[in-house]
């Protein structure tokens, strides 16, 4: 068996280096700045001693970001040398960021994950059970009016496979000139 040696990389030395960070963030009575927590964290993580600079009003805010010439906060400080944002951090340490420009899926998988449940309940209530074979319809439906590619057929689909609404869901009319004959 051979023994592996490990390299120190950059961000090894520098750690190794100096265990001090200056880290300003904004925290005021309206706003505590989650991306200025979750640096601070980081670097609580990594060992290093935090000097925690709070910028306490938007005037110092403005201020700090114009004599730094950054755009944002937090902003972190290791030996002097400006490592940048959380994002900026999280890479100066090797970690993975998400790309901003990247296609997710997360937003669809909600709107199927929600269409399911409802389809399942409609299920329940409309036939008393949860195995059955009109679920996908309905939730094929569902996905449609969710999505807002509905036409009015699917939806008039949906509500004559249940039947209508059923009575105690059923919402009187408000119009006094004409009779309600439901």
Known sequence: MTDT???PTRVDRAIAASRKATLYRMA??????????KSRDLL??????IDDRLLT?????DAFKLEHDVETTPQTFIDGQRIGGYDDLRRHFGLAVKDPDAT????VLAVFGVAALLALALAWVALGTLASMQVLPWFLAVVH????????GLR??????????PKQWAIPCLRPCHPCTR
Not at 28 to 37: R, V, Y
Not at 145 to 152: C, I, S, Y
């Open 28 to 37: 005021t009575p309206e706003h505590l700045c989650p991306f200025g927590l």
């Open 156 to 165: 008039l689909r949906l509500f004559k496979t249940l039947g209508g609404l």
């Open 57 to 61: 009003s938007r005037s110092a805010q």
């Open 5 to 7: 040696v490990t390299h």
């Open 44 to 49: 609580r993580r990594k060992g290093f001693e």
């Open 104 to 107: 997710t899926h997360q937003p």
């Open 145 to 152: 009016w969710g999505q807002g590619r509905a036409q009015t």
